[in-house]
């Protein structure tokens, strides 16, 4: 309706924010966040992107972007029990579908209709390549420099081998979260039109801001809410009053 009306949009109308999450699940969020303990694989047993390239939270949109480019639009997180143990599961794992598991990596590939061999041989040679290998990067918080060595695409972080069953999977597709696009705002919420110029009376907050490109910023989706509802209110009760 505003664009309707002349107002500017603003922000990638292409994009979204992807989030990585459990296709099996019926929840809102169920969010798959574990994988950088173990690996991603593709339909065809195969990775195909850094699973650990930073802290998680700066990192998974990308991480995500790349397990929709797969066949399928589908990836799997592959693990031990062992590495599936971290401090805060119900943060790591929002869904409330439990993970795929087998004694066997053979065993997990026919659940998950993977090629046994292809995801034994993955695997393997993941394992070898996590040589105790450090990117020199270490920060407590959000990473651990455990890399590998010798392999492609190297994981830079949590390459620790997967080794101990049962092994077990979670399936991961990219989810909308919110779309990129909306409209162009002044800094005190007022919606402005092609040539710059504000339209009276007309205000934007939350969703209806249009603010991302490429990739979002981390927990700033509730606060455009927050921050810029709360200046379009005051600047309207504000100008009712005048
Ligand atoms: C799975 C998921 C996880 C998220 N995680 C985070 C997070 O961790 N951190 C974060 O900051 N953000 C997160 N977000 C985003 C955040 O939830 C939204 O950005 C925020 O809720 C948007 O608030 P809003 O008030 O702008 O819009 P909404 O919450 O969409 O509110 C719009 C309201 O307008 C109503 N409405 C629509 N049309 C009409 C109409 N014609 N007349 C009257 N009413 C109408 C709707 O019913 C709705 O209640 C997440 C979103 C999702 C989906």
């Not at 173990?38 to 195969?46: E, R, S």
């Not at 026919?110 to 040589?131: F, G, H, P, W």
Request: proline share 7%; net charge negative; charged share 20%.
């Amino acid at each position: 309706m505003a664009l309707a009306i002349g107002a500017a949009p603003c922000g990638d109308f292409g994009s979204f924010h992807a989030s990585p999450m459990d296709p099996r699940s019926d929840r809102a969020g169920p969010s798959i966040y574990i994988y950088p303990q173990g690996i991603l694989v593709n339909q065809n047993g195969q990775r195909f992107v850094d699973e650990g390239p930073g802290p998680t939270d700066e990192t998974y949109e990308n991480v995500t972007r790349e397990i929709n480019a797969q066949p399928g639009g589908i990836a799997y997180a592959v693990l031990d029990t062992t590495l599936a143990k971290v401090k805060h599961p119900e943060s790591v794992v929002r869904s409330e579908v439990p993970p795929y598991q087998a004694d066997t990596l053979a065993g997990l590939a026919a659940q998950l209709k993977i090629d046994a061999d292809a995801l034994e041989a993955t695997v393997a040679a993941y394992n070898k390549a996590c040589a105790s290998g450090t990117n020199g990067v270490y920060n407590e918080a959000d990473t651990d420099g455990l890399c590998t060595r010798g392999i492609s695409p190297r994981k830079s972080n949590w390459a620790r081998p997967i080794a101990k069953p049962p092994y077990i999977a979670y399936p991961i597709i990219s989810s909308i979260v919110l779309t990129f696009g909306g409209l162009r705002a002044t800094p005190d919420a007022r919606v402005v039109n092609q040539q710059g110029d504000v339209i009276p009376g007309l205000y934007a907050a939350g969703e209806t801001l249009g603010l991302y490109y490429r990739s979002y910023t981390g927990a700033t989706s509730v606060l455009k809410g927050l921050v810029f509802g709360r200046i379009a209110g005051k600047d309207a009760a504000e100008s009712l009053r005048g």
